[in-house]
Structure formats: C-alpha cells, structure tokens
C-alpha cells in the first residue's frame, strides 16, 4: 500500500510540496484548504494527476477542505498561514498565524494522531512550538523546517560564490529562522576543503550575511508573498527521509531538552530523521563567538514563543 502525505495549505508551497511528492512517488497526496480555496486545491490536485503521464509517476492527489481527508496519513506538512509580505517581520504574522495553526492541530490530532508532522508556517519557531503544544503530540513526532531550507541557502550562496557544485558543499545552519541564524563557516566544507581555505573572510562574512538576509531577499523581489520552491524541497527531504528511513541529518527545528543548554524551545538543530521520526539530536562542540550568536537566537526565539502564551 502506498503511503499517505497530507498537505495543509495548499497555496504557494503546499502546491510545490504536492507536486514533488508526487514526482518523487513518496506516496498519494491530499491537500487539504479552507472551503473557500477548495475548488482552487481540487483543481490544482487535478492538473497535478494530468501532469502525472509526462512525469511518469503514479500517485493519487486530491484536494478537499474537510479534515477527515487525512485520516491515516503517514506525513502532515502543514503551510497553511498568511506568509510575509514587503516590510513584514516574521513576527507580524503571529497573531494571524497562530489562530490558523490552532485550528491545523486541532484537525491533524483528531485525525491523523500518529503522522510525523513537518510545519512550515511563519513565524516557524513559534508556530511549531505551538503546534507541538496543542497536539500533545511526543517531540519526535513534531519538527519546523527552517534549518534545511536556511542550509540549502548556505550552500547555493557558497556554489555561485566559488563557482562550484553545490553538491559539494557541506555545512549547517544553526538556530532560529530570523535574521540572527547561525550559518557556522568553521564546519562548512567544499569536497572536504574548509570553506575558510577556499573563500575570503570578506566572502565569508558576505556569505553569512546573504544567508541570514534570504528569506527577505526574495520577499522583497516578490513584493507580495515569500520563498516556496526551495521551503517545498526543504520540507520534501524531510519527508522523504522519514518516510523511507534514509536516516538524513538534517538541521530542523527540534524540541530541545537540554541540548546546547536550551530548554523547551524548537531551536535549528542537526537531527538524525529516520522512520521513527526524529530519532537523535546532535550536539556540535561550538567555540564562544558560536555559543554567544546561539543564545542570542535563542533569546528571539524564546521572545516570539512566549507570544503565543502556551
Ligand atoms: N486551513 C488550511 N489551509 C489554510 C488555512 C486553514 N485554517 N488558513 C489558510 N490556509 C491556506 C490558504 O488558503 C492558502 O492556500 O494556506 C495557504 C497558504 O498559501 P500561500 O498564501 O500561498 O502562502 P505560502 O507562500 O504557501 O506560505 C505558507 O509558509 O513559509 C511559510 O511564511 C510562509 O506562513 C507562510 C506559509
């Protein structure tokens, strides 16, 4: 039987995330919106099954705005939410966000109670820290994607910068997803060469600044609405390893207890994503400058979850 991958949201991203999954047969997919978007979603789902000859995948894809369409669901990626326009913080979006997702956990804990839930929605570090609360769901059940999409910022800077496959550039991305991030230079290779070998501190510097800046970047080309090609392969990878146990590590937002002295916040950390969900949390031995731009993440972060008052 094939697995189930339930899309909440189906705009932007969540048509993105639809069509990858499907390409990449992970499974059969229902896109669930809201009742006034649901012939937007059904007739998106549709040219998706009319795509399917020329990309040669078999999947079911349907979209509906009742919530009992995700019953048995192995994955739950959630994009529902406004996303951010010109001038937006992250955070602006809260109040509009949170009611959204309060409405996404509800439908997902009742019935889908077992999937592994990936949430995209913005503010992500306090969306998946909500999410995660009214659930109840256990934490390796529950993680943000915001690390593997800032990751993958990282490593497409560094390619055009040096002029090199991305293929080969290795790092990770720390912390929360503002601007205040931590891309680590220090552990970032290109074929196994430190980045500090090939790249100037100049670049470097320019680098992490681009890094942090993405999101907004691109916000500000669009002018109105967000990045969606790379936050749907981002959200896919993860999916992906979940589902086929590849065993990825992956920087996610993930429930920390302890871990680089954060307590009960979803901060970007390396994870080990496997069929049993977020199975490990590694710990990176970081030096003081690291340590220092970790706890002032962490103090955003800590600042926009206490905004939600859970
Ligand atoms: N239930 C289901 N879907 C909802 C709900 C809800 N309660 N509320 C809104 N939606 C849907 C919208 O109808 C829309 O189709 O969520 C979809 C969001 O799509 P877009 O507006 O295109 O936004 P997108 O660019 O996909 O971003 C979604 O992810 O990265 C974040 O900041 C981004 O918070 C934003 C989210």
Not at 181 to 205: F, N, S, W, Y
Not at 261 to 273: D, E, M, T, Y
Request: hydrophobic share 45%; glycine share 10%; with cysteine.
């Amino acid at each position: 039987m094939r697995k189930k991958i339930a899309v909440v949201g189906g705009g932007q991203i969540g048509q993105i995330v639809a069509m990858i999954a499907s390409q990449k047969e992970l499974g059969d997919v229902v896109v669930v919106d809201i009742p006034g978007y649901v012939n937007v979603v059904k007739g998106k789902a549709l040219d998706l099954m009319e795509m399917a000859p020329h990309g040669n995948y078999d999947a079911s894809i349907v979209g509906a705005s009742e919530y009992q369409e995700i019953a048995g669901a192995d994955v739950v990626i959630i994009t529902a939410g406004k996303p951010r326009e010109a001038g937006m913080t992250r955070e602006d979006l809260l109040a509009v966000n949170l009611k959204i997702i309060t409405e996404v956990a509800a439908g997902v804990k009742q019935h889908a109670p077992k999937a592994f839930c990936i949430v995209l929605t913005n503010p992500l570090d306090a969306m998946v820290y909500a999410f995660y609360k009214l659930t109840g769901f256990p934490k390796h059940q529950v993680v943000g994607m915001a690390g593997t999409l800032d990751t993958a910022r990282w490593r497409a800077f560094i390619g055009m910068e040096l002029g090199v496959s991305v293929a080969d550039v290795a790092g990770t991305v720390l912390g929360g997803h503002g601007p205040d991030m931590v891309p680590l230079p220090r552990l970032t290779t290109v074929g196994g060469v430190p980045l500090a070998e090939i790249a100037t501190k100049e670049q470097i510097d320019r680098l992490v600044t681009r890094t942090r800046e993405a999101g907004t970047e691109i916000v500000k080309l669009f002018g109105k609405g967000s990045a969606f090609f790379s936050p749907a392969w981002s959200a896919i990878s993860m999916a992906e390893s979940y589902l086929r146990d590849k065993r990825r590590v992956l920087a996610c937002a993930a429930l920390c207890e302890g871990e680089y002295g954060v307590r009960g916040l979803f901060l970007g950390v390396p994870c080990l994503i496997s069929g049993k969900g977020i199975e490990k949390v590694f710990e990176i031995q970081l030096t003081a400058d690291e340590k220092a731009m970790l706890d002032k993440t962490c103090a955003s972060v800590r600042k926009t979850v206490e905004e939600t008052k859970l």
